[in-house]
């Protein structure tokens, strides 16, 4: 029911009862802004009851209110423009110690990406990418740099990495079209969704590659398609979306990855150190 929502409650708007079509009226008109109320706070905006607005969401086919409210928040990401984001996230912030507020709400996230991140397919990632004959690794728009700090340290490790880094669909399958059912693509995609991941793993899964997806829900469109999937709990923070969960799941990639390579890559280490110190990468002078 996830993009069908607000059609669901007109279609339903004649048999509410006086309290629940203010509710309807108010989630329609307003649903950017509903998303994100408790309950209590939908209920005193409308003045019904917060019981109503529990009856509301039963009404609806949903187990309860949080279970519509999610449902709610996930179409509210796909569907806000970056404006609407913004003043929403104004809404909810509001003022004092952004700071704290900011940070704090990103340790959540972290927590929850933990409780609720599948174990297996976390393990079955890394045995993949450890075995796969090219890594292919992709993330479009604020993705994108999810996706390069992740091909920086694979690159590290293997010979054999491919940064999918392009500006139109026709770049994305000239740089793609090489993969075959020996290969894995890594896809880091969050909202607002980009078509051409979409068209990318379209493809991936047309040769018989696997497919990592990192994403925020089992409702992206990326999700379905995926051998692995890891969602990483993500939420406005501002007209973007932060990515500090996501960005967690990565390191703990690259770790685990290296420690199956351990020993070819204490070797590599060793050599790159020894280039980096015969051209003078790094500054010795301070630190």
């Given at each position: 029911?996830n ?27 307003h ?72 940070l ?28 796969a ?8 728009r ?84 995926a ?7 993500s ?36 050599r ?16």
């Open positions: 029911m993009n069908n929502i607000l059609k669901e409650i007109e279609i339903k708007m004649s048999s509410f009862s006086k309290g629940q079509k203010l509710i309807a009226n108010y989630i329609i008109e649903y950017d802004k509903a998303a994100y109320m408790t309950a209590a706070k939908l209920g005193s905006l409308v003045k019904v009851s917060e019981s109503t607005v529990v009856r509301f969401a039963i009404e609806l086919g949903f187990d309860g209110y949080p279970e519509f409210q999610q449902t709610l928040q996930e179409m509210v990401r796909t569907r806000l423009t970056s404006f609407q984001r913004m003043e929403v996230t104004n809404d909810r912030i509001g003022d004092g110690d952004i700071l704290s507020k900011v704090l709400a990103d340790a959540e996230k972290i927590k929850h990406t933990l409780d609720a991140i599948n174990r297996e397919d976390f393990d079955s990632a890394v045995e993949k990418i450890v075995n004959k090219k890594i292919y690794i992709m993330g479009v604020s993705s994108a740099s999810l996706a390069g700090f992740l091909n920086y340290n694979l690159r590290m490790i293997f010979d054999n990495v491919k940064f999918v880094e392009t500006t139109s669909g026709s770049e994305m399958f000239e740089e793609i079209m090489g993969m075959t059912s020996e290969d894995v693509m890594i896809a880091i995609s969050f909202p607002r969704y980009s078509k051409r991941i979409i068209n990318a793993v379209d493809y991936a899964k047309h040769v018989g590659a696997d497919v990592i997806a990192i994403t925020d829900s089992n409702m992206a469109p990326i999700a379905h398609e051998n692995c999937l890891l969602i990483a709990q939420d406005m923070a501002s007209f973007v979306d932060s990515l500090v969960a996501p960005l967690s799941i990565i390191n703990a990639i690259i770790v685990a990855v290296s420690r199956k390579k351990k020993d070819e890559l204490a070797v590599r280490l060793r790159l150190e020894e280039i980096w110190d015969e051209y003078d990468v790094y500054d010795k002078t301070h630190g």
